[in-house]
């Protein structure tokens, strides 16, 4: 079941485009059956789960951070985690550093930018986002590389209204990399997209999409 929906997912992505299957709440078996069907990056929001599954299954897995990042937990994570997509302060990014350093790691982030019209979505405004890369203040941070991104777009049905959210942040990722990112060419990915919108990501510049319940079923969220 879960490889067949994980096939169905992956024929349907467009060349460039990789996949993070979205695993939180989802037991190890769960995530064990994806990786016998191949899959190797697996998403999760939680740290406690993240490192209780980092611990369980194989090494050769990438795993990702995309749920919002407390600074005091960032320390459990620093020693394995190939992407965190959540970055949304300087402050965080100073403390990703910080522990990756002490890991003798350099650890990529994408930056969370908001533009969605809900309120309880956390993310960088895009002015917030320059005010911070202006600040200079990353470029010091040795054990961190910005590789790009991260971003939802609102809970909704209005397609026009998703494929707009995700140009605005096309272009804002066109006009970092320009500014800020140009000598970079790590600054390279897009993030976004999730099981019900990923298919419009896609067509509006994502190269990283995060797919949970259409590989994995819907989340028990009980235990
Ligand atoms: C849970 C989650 C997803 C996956 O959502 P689905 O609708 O299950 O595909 C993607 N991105 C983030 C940030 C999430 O928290």
Do not use: C
Not at 152 to 172: K, S
Request: aromatic letters at 8%; zero cysteines.
């Amino acid at each position: 079941m879960i490889a067949e929906n994980l096939h169905r997912v992956k024929a349907t992505l467009k060349p460039g485009v990789r996949l993070v299957a979205v695993s939180k709440y989802h037991p190890v078996e769960a995530l064990q059956e994806a990786y016998d069907a191949g899959q190797r990056v697996f998403g999760e929001s939680h740290v406690q789960e993240l490192v209780a599954k980092h611990d369980a299954l194989p090494e050769d897995i990438q795993w990702h951070f995309i749920g919002h990042l407390q600074t005091n937990k960032v320390k459990y994570m620093a020693p394995f985690v190939s992407l965190i997509h959540s970055v949304d302060s300087v402050k965080l990014l100073k403390e990703i550093n910080k522990q990756a350093q002490k890991a003798n790691r350099v650890v990529d982030v994408l930056l969370q930018l908001h533009v969605a019209a809900e309120e309880t979505k956390f993310g960088f405004s895009p002015d917030e986002v320059v005010e911070m890369l202006d600040g200079g203040e990353w470029k010091e941070l040795l054990n961190v590389r910005i590789v790009g991104l991260m971003a939802m777009a609102t809970n909704t049905d209005d397609e026009e209204q998703i494929a707009g959210e995700f140009e605005q942040v096309r272009a804002l990722f066109e006009r970092l990399k320009e500014h800020y990112f140009s000598d970079k060419a790590e600054f390279k990915d897009i993030s976004m997209g999730m099981s019900g919108d990923y298919l419009i990501a896609q067509e509006h510049g994502s190269t990283m999409v995060r797919v949970g319940s259409m590989i994995f079923g819907e989340r028990d969220y009980s235990h």
